[in-house]
């Protein structure tokens, strides 16, 4: 089982590779056999080929510009964490925010995601503008 220690790592690594656009570098972070369900009751993602394909679909949906961070400090017991995020995507005036999302992630051995529910509500995205 990965230490608290590794699996933050990994969640450092999420928040960090998901904001710097690096598609392939984010998907790498999960177990080749991963499964990513994004938001909950959409149709799950199997293995990092499609975890990519998540993210790169969803980067074409915003116009680029993907950021998440951190909300508060990631609740970490065994091989399992809660985070909570924010999310933007976007620019200038088509900028939109997911003011809060809800992630359960299950480690494999390695400190790998070997499971990603994502909670949070289409309804809750709302414009963010840049000035």
């Known amino acids: 089982m ?6 933050r790592a990994t969640i450092d690594q ?5 904001c710097v656009g690096d ?11 991963a499964t990513q369900e994004d938001p909950v009751g959409t149709p799950v993602n199997v293995g990092r080929e499609a975890i990519q394909a998540f993210y790169d679909n969803t980067s074409a949906l915003f116009g680029g510009g993907l950021t998440i961070a951190l909300l508060s400090e990631p609740v970490i017991l065994g091989n ?17 925010r997911v003011p809060q999302i809800v992630d359960h992630m299950t480690f494999a051995d390695d400190a ?3 499971s990603l529910r ?10 963010d503008p840049e000035s």
């Open 14 to 18: 999420y928040v960090e590779r998901f």
């Open 118 to 127: 994502a909670f949070w509500d289409m309804a809750s995205v709302t414009p």
């Open 2 to 7: 990965p230490t608290t220690d590794e699996i």
């Open 112 to 114: 790998s995601i070997a």
């Open 80 to 96: 399992e964490a809660i985070v909570i995020l924010t999310a933007t995507g976007g620019a200038g005036a088509a900028r939109a």
């Open 23 to 33: 598609s392939a570098a984010w998907a790498a972070l999960f177990s080749e056999d």
